[in-house]
């Protein structure tokens, strides 16, 4: 899969401080489903490592080995309890630190000397799923719920960090009602979130626009023309 050979590679980035929440239970049946399909997965919990999520200055050699990691993945899962309508602090430094520019955006084109980023960045040609939850309730989070839609939710991540940086964002697998449930609903959530990795490698990814002449203008603005009556992240998707 990808350029990097025919072997299948995932990194998986969990960020919870708890080593018995539900987000720790469902990371090993998702990295055991990954295993069991021939994946060769890298697991990076980033609390029990103790990563330094606080950027202070550029680089490092913790930085570095992230990066490596990350390099040698065709599939990048991030998996995190949804705070304040955000990953926690330890995830979002993660991505300030390793997400650098020239590593991961604004690498520039050889050809073109343009700087790669919307569907060209760094990471170009692999695949990014976030796996997600949260205590509200279904409804909250849709397209009329008090949360707001899904996709829009996780705006910034999915494009502004997966697409970003050139991964193609798949659509989040979200678990939502988590507070108080029994062993039961756990093995049911785990079981459909194994069924979902079956055809990670395979799924279509959420159709994003790139930022070519095509559909943008000098602004990064999308050109009248293009999907015209639209607003919001609606728009810079690809028709259907």
Do not use: C
Request: hydrophobic share 40%; proline share 6%; glycine share 10%.
């Amino acid at each position: 899969m990808g350029e990097r050979g025919e072997s299948r590679n995932a990194l998986w980035v969990s960020a919870h401080p708890r080593s018995d929440s539900l987000t720790a239970t469902l990371r090993d049946v998702g990295v055991a489903r990954l295993r069991a399909d021939g994946w060769s997965v890298d697991v990076a919990d980033l609390y029990a490592e103790g990563f330094d999520p606080v950027l202070v200055e550029e680089g490092g050699a913790d930085v570095r080995a992230e990066q490596r990691r990350l390099l040698a993945a065709d599939l990048v899962v991030l998996q995190f309890p949804l705070w304040w309508y955000g990953p926690p602090a330890m995830l979002k430094g993660w991505i300030d630190r390793v997400f650098e520019r020239g590593f991961a955006y604004d690498v520039p084109d050889p050809t073109s000397g343009r700087n790669r980023k919307y569907g060209d960045g760094g990471l170009a040609g692999r695949r990014a799923l976030a796996v997600v939850t949260a205590g509200d309730r279904a409804g909250s989070i849709s397209p009329r719920g008090i949360s707001g839609d899904v996709e829009d939710l996780f705006w910034t991540l999915l494009h502004g960090t997966f697409w970003y940086t050139g991964m193609a964002a798949l659509a989040p697998h979200l678990i939502t009602d988590v507070h108080g449930i029994d062993a039961e609903e756990v093995h049911r959530l785990g079981a459909a979130l194994a069924e979902r990795l079956g055809t990670v490698d395979v799924e279509e990814p959420i159709p994003y626009l790139p930022m070519t002449d095509d559909f943008y203008d000098h602004s990064i603005a999308l050109h009248p023309s293009v999907a015209a009556g639209l607003t919001g992240a609606a728009a810079h998707r690809r028709p259907s």
